[in-house]
Nanobody, 117 residues
Framework: QVQFVESGGGLVQPGGSLRLSCAAS????????MGWYRQAPGKQRELVAD???????NIADSVKGRFTISRDNAKNTVYLQMNSLEPEDTAVYYC???????????WGKGTLVTVSP
C-alpha cells in the first residue's frame, strides 16, 4: 500500500501559479508511473498529466503549455507546476501511482485548487 501527502493547493487569482507536490510513502517510488488527475464539481475525474518511470511526460490538451509535471525519485515526490491558471482549472487534484502492469494503482486524497478573482 502506498500513501501520499499532497500539498500546494489553495486559492489563487486567474493568471496566477501554484505548484502541487505529492510525496509517496514507498521505497519503490521509481517503479511507478505517476500522474495528476482532477475532478471539478459535477464532472468526471480526468487526467491532467502523467510521467513515466523514465521521465516521459503526457500533458492534457486543456493544460498544455501551462502545466508541467516532474518527479524527484530521490525525494519520492511528483510535482505539478501550474501557471496561467484559469477559473476552469478549479477542481480537486489527485495524485496517482500506477505500476507498469497496472495491477497496483494508488490514489491520494486530493488537494483543492480554486481559481477565482
Amino acid at each position: 500500500q502506498v500513501q501520499f501527502v499532497e500539498s500546494g493547493g489553495g486559492l489563487v487569482q486567474p493568471g496566477g501559479s501554484l505548484r502541487l507536490s505529492c510525496a509517496a510513502s514507498t521505497s519503490s517510488f521509481s517503479i511507478y508511473a505517476m500522474g495528476w488527475y482532477r475532478q471539478a464539481p459535477g464532472k468526471q475525474r480526468e487526467l491532467v498529466a502523467d510521467i513515466t518511470t523514465g521521465g516521459s511526460t503526457n500533458i492534457a490538451d486543456s493544460v498544455k503549455g501551462r502545466f508541467t509535471i516532474s518527479r524527484d525519485n530521490a525525494k519520492n515526490t511528483v510535482y505539478l507546476q501550474m501557471n496561467s491558471l484559469e477559473p476552469e482549472d478549479t477542481a480537486v487534484y489527485y495524485c496517482n501511482a500506477k505500476s507498469l502492469s497496472g495491477i497496483l494503482n494508488y490514489w491520494g486524497k486530493g488537494t483543492l485548487v480554486t481559481v477565482s478573482p
